[in-house]
Antibody
Framework: EVQLVESGGGLVQPGGSLRLSCAAS????????MTWVRQAPGKGLEWVSA????????YYADSVKGRFTISRDNSKNTLYLQMDSLRVEDTAVYYC???????????WGKGTAVTVSS | SYELTQPPSVSVSPGQTARITCSGE??????SYWYQQKSGQAPVLVIY???KRPSGIPERFSGSSSGTMATLTISGAQVEDEADYYC???????????FGGGTKLTVL
């Protein structure tokens, strides 16, 4: 069974940093693209960033480019999202999802909540 | 920036057909995907690559795409289908994913 488990969320002050992790199991992690999606309280889904299986393709939403860094460790079956210079508007539940290619999102984790507030 | 446009809400009675549309300029060249999100839960893929249904998704869910519009159809909607539905695609460059604003489906 495919499982994705996000962790690392929490409360952080504006301007601070946080690193999210997504632990994957039940599929061959290195052959799948991975995506981060977020959802602000009461709002819709927002695509954040995606990375191909071998990390040769990496893409970011304009709203996070230059502040967030996506990466993966295929030896640990883990996806990461390093979030720097956090803003109040980054407050959201962050989900990771897998897919056959960048742009695909098949199975999603349950999400981890990030709150940016002073 | 690229946008996908969905109606905010759709309402049907149980057993009726619900149709949710999604319009976007790049849809003639890019696949559409549909996600169902029930209250307090993570999204679930219900249609991929315009019209394919993942295993475990009921046959009453179908998708189509023509020109700049993609459509999710729920034939014989059930009360348990009440949820927010989001369409998703990539922009024309293939470098950015985009979600529609979401459609709240009410079945009662």
């Amino acid at each position: 069974e495919v499982q994705l488990v996000e962790s690392g969320g929490g409360l952080v002050q504006p301007g601070g940093s946080l690193r999210l992790s997504c632990a994957a199991s039940g599929f061959t992690f290195s052959t799948y693209a991975m995506t981060w999606v977020r959802q602000a309280p009461g709002k819709g889904l927002e695509w954040v960033s995606a990375i191909s299986g071998s990390a040769e393709k990496i893409y970011y939403a304009d709203s996070v480019k230059g502040r967030f860094t996506i990466s993966r460790d295929n030896s640990k079956n883990t996806l990461y999202l390093q979030m720097d210079s956090l803003r109040v508007e980054d407050t959201a539940v962050y989900y990771c999802a897998n897919g056959k290619d960048v742009g695909d999102m098949d199975v999603w984790g349950k999400g981890t909540a990030v709150t940016v507030s002073s | 920036s690229y946008e996908l446009t969905q109606p905010p809400s759709v309402s049907v009675s149980p057993g009726q057909t619900a149709r949710i549309t999604c319009s976007g300029e790049a849809l003639p060249k890019k696949y559409s995907y549909w996600y169902q999100q029930k209250s307090g839960q993570a999204p679930v893929l219900v249609i991929y690559e315009d019209n394919k249904r993942p295993s475990g998704i009921p046959e009453r869910f179908s998708g189509s795409s023509s020109g700049t519009m993609a459509t999710l159809t729920i034939s014989g909607a059930q009360v348990e289908d009440e949820a927010d539905y989001y369409c998703y695609s990539m922009d024309s460059s293939g470098n950015h994913g985009v979600f529609g604003g979401g459609t709240k489906l009410t079945v009662l």
